[in-house]
């Protein structure tokens, strides 16, 4: 059996798990992987040292420490190609599980419309919108109508008394207005003709005596 099998349980009779499933138990095997990851480095790291200090006093000591320095950079080398092959793995995972999500709520969605337009008829729309259209144009003559002054009718007879009454007004005023001014004219030769006698008797007697 494969490491994937062994670690996704990938037997024959097996169910398969789910896109989330397998997501979560990559990035379980990932955490794994990367503590693993640490402790190499510091075995790797130990051995170093353990090499540097026995270089000089006790060389088969330090070629033992180089081996196995040598064998645990092999696993870590091993560990980084596992953990890149995993990753990429399970982001084409969670893409797939993204679209997956994404093609199940458009696919409700389409049902939902579906739905809704099931009690709907294109003609009977159109019918609608037709008597809507008719109801509008009704409402706006009748706006029209009621915003127009009412015409009353008025009689001939009534029409000639009021035309009588204008002219025999201006008649009475243009009277008024002609005797005024002849009052006024009579008034003002009365006192010049005052004036003038006045003024003769206050003129001096021409040849009088000294």
């Known amino acids: 059996m494969s490491l994937f099998g062994k670690i996704f349980g990938g037997g024959k009779g097996d169910k398969a798990p789910t896109a989330g499933e397998a997501i979560q138990k990559l990035r ?3 955490e794994m992987l990367i503590k693993k990851q640490e402790f190499l480095e510091k075995k790797i790291d130990q051995e170093l040292a353990t090499a540097r200090q026995n270089g ?3 060389k088969r000591v330090a070629l033992q420490a180089l081996k196995r320095k040598k064998r645990y950079e092999k696993q870590l080398q091993q560990i980084d190609g596992t953990l890149s092959t995993i990753e990429m793995q399970r982001e084409a995972l969670e893409s797939a599980n993204t679209n997956t999500n994404v093609l199940q709520t458009m696919g409700e969605a389409a049902k939902a419309l579906k739905k809704a337009h099931a009690d709907m008829d294109v003609d009977k729309v159109h019918d609608m919108m037709d008597d809507i259209a008719e109801q509008q144009e009704v409402a706006s003559e ?3 109508a009621i915003s127009n002054p ?4 008025q009689d001939v007879d009534e029409l000639n008394d009021l035309e009588s009454l204008d002219s025999s007004t201006f008649h009475d005023r243009w009277r008024g207005s002609a005797v005024t001014v002849t009052s006024d004219m009579t008034r003002f030769m009365e006192v010049g003709a005052r ?3 006045t003024t003769a008797r206050r003129r001096p007697i021409k040849g009088g005596p000294d």
């Open 195 to 197: 004036c003038h006698q």
């Open 150 to 153: 009412v015409a009353f009718g």
């Open 28 to 30: 379980d095997t990932e």
């Open 56 to 58: 000089t006093k006790n």
């Open 142 to 144: 009748i706006a029209e």
